[in-house]
């Protein structure tokens, strides 16, 4: 099991004693671990009698609508006022999956400035020390499952609702791709056996969450693969890139291209694949890495796309038109050496 020293657990059970109000925070873009583990803790807090407010820097994808809490949740871009106030007023500030203030975007002035105590809750390397308390675990499956951790260690599995169950049991399964990569501890198990306890019914969020799409969003990942796709054997690799009219083209709504990066990784002999897509709320490239074995996306990301992650899934960023950002994988594919 994972297991974090007994002063931080301590530490964190004195700010949840001595604190009332909470605020949570997760990074941009959430995905089902980011919003699931921040959703699952402030269930838990209520539980416990506290006042928990979600905020979220921007829309989550339409896939996890159905997340108990999702609704409840403040979004940054659209509350601006609501989403700083609450931070400089929080007791307490939980930073969950993000390791730098700077992934939660045009909150980071308000996470740093934040009053109250803050605790992060992360699972990627690299934490900035900007927190009281820092539960930092790379090894984790994702954020979630360190939250269900947690939990159980401040002796408070009992006051896990289902409805905290289903949260953390998503967020499980999006960061692990439905436990078929960074899932082989088999603690992961273990957690889960305890989630199911709880009554969750783990095939209906499976189906929830990957069989809940548009029928835009299955044509468009059908002429992505025949139309979008560059392969380039000799490194090993591939690239899927999309324009915003061509995602218009299939009324694309956040969320569509999610898991689009992975599928050149089916291709036998693939190692790295490249997702570049035109930002639908900025001037800027998206840029999505996913690899398997050793190649290092995160580095990758790091000096070529202003971003960075983990060994197999990273991200970033990158300014210019859509066919500079293609011309730049293509250099940076012919110079980094994995
Ligand atoms: P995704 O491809 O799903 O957007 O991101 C995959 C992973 O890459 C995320 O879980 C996160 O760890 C990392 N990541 C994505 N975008 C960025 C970025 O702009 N900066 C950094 N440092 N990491 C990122
Ligand atoms: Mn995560």
Same mark, same amino acid.
């Given at each position: 099991m994972l297991s974090f020293p007994h002063d931080d657990i301590e530490a964190f059970r004195r700010l949840i004693a001595e604190g009332s109000f909470f605020a949570l925070t997760c990074h941009t873009n959430?995905?089902?671990?980011?919003?699931? @583990?921040?959703?699952?803790?402030?269930?838990?807090?209520?539980?416990?009698? *506290?006042?928990?407010?979600?905020? +979220?820097?921007?829309?989550?994808?339409? $896939?996890?609508?159905?997340?108990? /809490?999702?609704?409840?949740?403040?979004?940054?871009? *659209? !509350?601006?006022?609501?989403? @700083?106030l609450t931070l400089s007023m929080a007791d307490v500030l939980l930073c969950m999956d993000y390791n730098t203030p700077s992934r939660t975007e045009q909150l980071e002035s308000f996470v740093r400035d934040a009053k109250g105590k803050k605790v992060l809750i992360d699972h990627h390397l690299d934490p900035e020390p900007f927190c009281d308390v820092t539960f930092s675990a790379p090894q984790a499956s994702s954020t979630a499952e360190i939250v269900f951790i947690l939990i159980d260690a401040l002796g408070g599995a009992d006051k896990l609702t289902k409805a905290a169950a289903e949260c953390i049991?998503? /967020?499980?399964?999006?960061?692990?791709?439905? $436990?078929?990569?960074? @899932?082989?501890?088999?603690?992961?198990?273990?957690?889960i056996s305890r989630l199911l306890a709880y009554g969750i019914d783990k095939d209906r969020i499976y189906r929830r969450v990957y069989h809940n799409y548009s029928e835009g969003r299955l044509r468009l990942i059908g002429y992505s693969l025949f139309k979008k796709m560059r392969v380039y054997p000799e490194h090993k690799a591939a690239l899927i890139f999309l324009s915003k009219a061509e995602m218009a083209q299939f009324q694309y709504i956040k969320g569509d291209t999610e898991g689009l990066v992975n599928m050149p990784?089916?291709?036998?002999?693939? +190692?790295?694949?490249?997702?570049?897509?035109?930002?639908?709320?900025?001037?800027?490239?998206?840029?999505?890495?996913?690899?398997?074995?050793?190649?290092?996306?995160?580095? $990758?990301?790091? #000096? !070529?796309?202003?971003?960075?992650?983990?060994? =197999?899934?990273? /991200? /970033?960023?990158? =300014?210019?038109?859509?066919?500079?950002?293609?011309?730049? $994988?293509?250099?940076?594919? #012919?110079?980094?050496?994995?």
């Open positions: 959430p995905d089902g671990d980011a919003l699931g @583990s921040t959703l699952a803790m402030a269930h838990w807090l209520r539980e416990m009698g *506290k006042e928990a407010v979600v905020i +979220v820097p921007d829309m989550y994808p339409d $896939f996890l609508q159905w997340l108990p /809490g999702a609704q409840e949740a403040v979004r940054a871009d *659209k !509350y601006p006022e609501k989403a @700083s049991y998503c /967020g499980m399964m999006t960061d692990t791709g439905a $436990f078929t990569y960074n @899932s082989t501890r088999p603690e992961v198990y273990a957690v990784l089916q291709m036998k002999g693939i +190692v790295l694949s490249c997702f570049l897509r035109e930002d639908t709320e900025k001037s800027s490239i998206r840029v999505s890495l996913r690899s398997v074995g050793s190649y290092p996306c995160n580095r $990758f990301a790091e #000096q !070529y796309w202003e971003g960075g992650g983990h060994l =197999n899934a990273a /991200g /970033g960023s990158f =300014n210019g038109t859509l066919d500079e950002a293609v011309a730049h $994988f293509e250099t940076a594919l #012919q110079a980094f050496c994995p």
